[in-house]
T-cell receptor, first 109, second 112 residues
Framework: GQNIDQPTEMTATEGAIVQINCTYQ??????LFWYQQHAGEAPTFLSY??LDGLEEKGRFSSFLSRSKGYSYLLLKELQMKDSASYLC??????????WGAGTKLIIKP | DTAVSQTPKYLVTQMGNDKSIKCEQN?????MYWYKQDSKKFLKIMFS???????INETVPNRFSPKSPDKAHLNLHINSLELGDSAVYFC???????????FGPGTRLLVL
């Protein structure tokens, strides 16, 4: 079956760095997405990786290793507004997005 | 301008009722989706429409029926609502096959 695993919850301190991991097992691979979802709101796009390596976008970076079925989202200089759930999703061979359950990130002052 | 809009935002209804949720996107995207997000926060895809053609139909009960009058609209009709249908329903649209999905604000459905 198809599976996306990510930690349920993480806690970090304002100003620090946090890494949220995602491992996946899917039938085919057409890219991996990270979305951010604040409580009570819709998911919003953060990043897309289809080739191995690191994609950097401001304070956020996303890494992909296709051979390991592994990705991480790196958040630097954490701000209180970064408190949210972070969803990992993989596009499979049918271009269907398979979603993880999300990692709830709690930022403490 | 709102890119993907849904109505209503909140819906409280009794078991057994029939209800509809509407979705509209003004982005000119080819594909639209309906997702259900339950209390455990899993996003489960329910339906996908590409140019008015159903291309994904997950194993959802046939009480749920998508209706797409045109490329910009994908409505969700639910018959004989059950307690387990309580969830947040998100509409999303996407320009191509592997692209960013843009989500609507969600419809919070509570079945009593």
């Amino acid at each position: 079956g198809q599976n996306i695993d990510q930690p349920t919850e993480m806690t970090a301190t304002e100003g620090a760095i946090v890494q949220i991991n995602c491992t996946y097992q899917t039938s085919g691979f057409n890219g991996l997405f990270w979305y951010q979802q604040h409580a009570g709101e819709a998911p919003t796009f953060l990043s897309y990786n289809v080739l191995d390596g690191l994609e950097e976008k401001g304070r956020f970076s996303s890494f992909l290793s296709r051979s390991k079925g592994y990705s991480y989202l790196l958040l630097k200089e954490l701000q209180m507004k970064d408190s949210a759930s972070y969803l990992c999703a993989v596009s499979d061979s049918n271009y269907q997005l398979i979603w993880g359950a999300g990692t709830k990130l709690i930022i403490k002052p | 301008d709102t890119a993907v809009s849904q109505t209503p935002k909140y819906l409280v209804t009794q078991m057994g009722n029939d209800k509809s949720i509407k979705c509209e996107q003004n982005l000119g995207h080819d594909t639209m989706y309906w997702y259900k997000q339950d209390s455990k926060k899993f996003l489960k895809i329910m339906f996908s429409y590409n140019n008015k053609e159903l291309i994904i139909n997950e194993t959802v009960p046939n009480r749920f029926s998508p209706k797409s009058p045109d490329k910009a609209h994908l409505n969700l009709h639910i018959n004989s609502l059950e307690l387990g249908d309580s969830a947040v329903y998100f509409c999303a649209s996407m320009p191509g096959e592997v692209e960013t999905q843009y989500f609507g604000p969600g419809t919070r459905l509570l079945v009593l």
